[in-house]
């Protein structure tokens, strides 16, 4: 093994921060773009939202897809590859005239590219790192709150001054440039003669006993349950970030503390994906599950009880950290309990649970207000979704493969 004064793994965490931090661009700039592509389009907030949930529906196949292919190929490449996806059709929607062009470039191209930044980028990190893998998994995922606290502000100020075609072609340019840390990404120790940080695997990592088939894995009681939670902790979040900041302003309060509750989240998120990735090497995993989906739920409780700026930032940042804490969690299990040989694609099929959530989770929370006018049922399922989660987690075992 070669004596580096930089272990090259922690080279891959900074390239995949940055990889990361595009899937989070993607994800928050939607937000400010909204509006301008609605008055643009002349189209209804129900119409626009289903850009989202399109976007949603390919993502869920490009995480497979990519994948697999991280599984097989030269990461660098792939995910370069995908990342130019983003870029065409972002550079692509700024010059849609049609409600057509706006769905294909930016529903279906930016969807199919999304999936080259964070499934890939996760799964190779794991391949670096035997011990303290889930605070560099923890550390890789908080590219996503950090770009939420960048990419806010800097999309809105984009477009306070110049156009949605200028924004759109801004983040074209924004994502080529985080993309070339790509080319830092090497698929293994191996290639570079070096061994996983911590030393070599345990010996039944590497057997071929230990390395499940996606099909094999996805059959597990243990991949079930931690389907389950990933899809009720994303469907609890995806409620509370499209509601909370509405039922701020119904309770009259101001600007300020109505955008506090997501700035603070964004923030608890970061701080809950190191701790827990931290910890995981000294407690145990299950614990952990347990704990972070019982302060997800619990939390909310902060929300409904209070109406000040002070409760919306405890609020805020105990659903972040909880929320935040489980992230770094999942990844880990999935190359624990199925081997390291098929990670990149398992752990994309794993990742659809997202795009399930996200497909349910906001139209759900518009439905519940528009037809009970309260917020409240909304709030009460996430609670409700976050204590199953919780209950759930007493149960993953690790499966033994026949």
Same mark, same amino acid.
């Given at each position: 093994m070669k004596k580096n004064k930089l272990f090259y793994g922690w080279i891959i965490v900074f390239a995949a921060i940055?990889?990361?931090?595009?899937?989070?661009?993607?994800?928050?700039?939607?937000?400010?773009?909204?509006?301008?592509?609605?008055? @643009?389009? %002349?189209?209804?907030?129900?119409?626009?939202?289903?850009?989202?949930?399109?976007?949603? &529906?390919?993502?869920?196949?490009?995480?497979?897809?990519?994948? @697999?292919?991280?599984? @097989?190929?030269?990461? %660098?490449?792939?995910?370069?590859?995908?990342?130019?996806?983003?870029?065409?059709?972002?550079?692509?929607?700024?010059?849609?005239?049609?409600?057509?062009?706006?769905?294909?470039?930016?529903?279906?191209?930016?969807?199919?590219?999304?999936?080259?930044f964070y499934i890939p980028a996760v799964a190779v990190v794991q391949r670096w790192f035997n011990k303290r893998r889930d605070f560099a998994v923890g550390l890789v995922t908080a590219g996503v709150p950090i770009a939420g606290l960048i990419m806010n502000p800097l999309s809105a100020w984009i477009l306070s001054v110049s156009s949605l075609e200028t924004t759109l072609i801004s983040l074209a340019f924004i994502t080529l440039i985080f993309l070339l840390p790509a080319f830092m990404m090497k698929q293994d120790p191996s290639v570079m003669g070096l061994e996983p940080y911590g030393g070599p695997f345990p010996v039944s990592d590497n057997a071929e006993v230990n390395n499940w088939e996606t099909?094999?894995?996805?059959?597990?009681?243990?991949?079930?349950?931690?389907?389950?939670?990933?899809?009720?902790?994303?469907?609890?979040?995806? &409620?509370?970030?499209?509601?909370?900041?509405?039922?701020?302003?119904?309770?009259?309060?101001?600007?300020?503390?109505?955008?506090?509750?997501?700035?603070? &989240?964004?923030?608890?998120?970061?701080?809950?994906?190191?701790?827990?990735?931290?910890?995981?090497?000294?407690?145990?995993?299950? @614990?952990i599950l347990f704990t972070v989906f019982l302060g997800q739920g619990l939390s909310v409780l902060i929300l409904l009880n209070g109406n000040s700026l002070f409760h919306y930032s405890l609020f805020g940042f105990f659903f972040g950290f909880s929320y935040g804490g489980w992230i770094p969690i999942f990844p880990s299990l999935l190359k624990d309990f199925f081997g390291k040989k098929h990670v990149g694609q398992i752990f994309g099929v794993f990742g659809t649970g997202f795009s399930i959530s996200a497909i349910i989770g906001p139209p759900l929370a518009g439905f519940l207000v528009d037809k009970f006018h309260t917020y409240q049922y909304g709030f009460y399922i996430c609670i409700f979704a976050c204590l199953i989660g919780a209950f759930l987690a007493l149960f993953i075992k690790k499966p033994i493969k026949n």
């Open positions: 940055a990889l990361v931090f595009l899937d989070g661009l993607l994800l928050y700039s939607f937000g400010v773009l909204l509006p301008s592509i609605q008055a @643009k389009f %002349e189209m209804s907030k129900a119409s626009v939202n289903s850009i989202f949930a399109i976007r949603c &529906i390919v993502f869920a196949f490009s995480m497979v897809l990519f994948g @697999k292919l991280i599984d @097989k190929h030269r990461p %660098e490449k792939v995910i370069f590859f995908g990342g130019c996806i983003t870029v065409l059709g972002l550079f692509l929607t700024a010059y849609s005239e049609t409600k057509l062009g706006l769905f294909l470039n930016y529903g279906v191209l930016t969807g199919i590219g999304d999936g080259a099909k094999e894995a996805t059959k597990t009681s243990a991949f079930a349950i931690l389907y389950i939670l990933l899809f009720l902790g994303m469907l609890s979040f995806l &409620i509370v970030v499209t509601l909370q900041f509405d039922y701020a302003i119904n309770n009259n309060l101001n600007l300020l503390a109505s955008s506090l509750a997501p700035a603070s &989240i964004a923030a608890g998120s970061f701080c809950g994906r190191l701790v827990t990735g931290y910890i995981a090497d000294f407690v145990d995993r299950n @614990k």
